[in-house]
């Protein structure tokens, strides 16, 4: 029902999709270069706020100009690790290192690693994103990667997954104290 009259004003759905998904064929006739957009004002006040506009895309030339411009610097960058005495090619960006990245930026979360000198700091909400994220790269890549990717990728998921579980249920355990670890009184 798109539109109902009311005691003196009209109230009109502006929803451009219905409850199945299917596109409004009232909102297509409805939407015109003289329409005006929908003010903020006019949303729903249950509804989540609106996330930061996006700024406009770059150009073509914008991207062609930032590429060359990272190209160029990358290669800085490598010259002067050949002049080091390392190789570039350790700075070179792989599927395994990818993963290995997020591998241990979970194990820092979940506090099973840390800094050099550091404490550990465990953050559960990012380890549980970061495992998240690797186990929608598998759903994602599935049938795209060779064994030795896939095999890297399914170690990684369960080693994570069970240190989540080993963290958790260790964080929900009370503490323990002398005389209930060694069951005497």
């Known amino acids: 029902m798109p539109k109902k009259e ?13 409850s199945d998904g299917e596109l409004r ?9 003289a329409a005006p957009a929908p003010s903020p004002e006019a949303q729903p006040a249950a509804s989540s706020p609106d996330p930061a506009p996006m700024p406009p895309s770059p150009s073509a030339a914008e991207q062609h100009e930032q590429a060359e411009a990272y190209r160029k610097s990358a290669k800085e960058l490598d010259t002067r690790v050949e002049l080091s005495g390392h190789s570039a090619k350790e700075l070179e960006m792989t599927f395994e290192r990818f993963l290995a990245s997020l591998y241990m930026s979970a194990m820092l979360q979940l506090g099973l690693m840390q800094e050099q000198g550091g404490q550990p700091r465990i953050d559960l909400i ?60």
């Open 126 to 185: 990012g380890a549980r994103q970061t495992i998240d994220t690797l186990s929608l790269i598998a759903e994602k890549t599935k049938g795209n990667l060779t064994s030795a990717e896939e095999n890297f990728l399914q170690n990684c998921l369960y080693e994570l997954r069970m240190a989540y579980v080993e963290v958790t249920n260790a964080l929900s355990r009370p503490p323990q104290t002398p005389t209930q670890a060694t069951g005497t009184d």
């Open 6 to 18: 009311q005691e003196g004003f009209t109230v009109t759905d502006r929803r451009l999709f219905t």
């Open 25 to 33: 064929s009232e909102t297509v006739e409805e939407s015109s270069p």
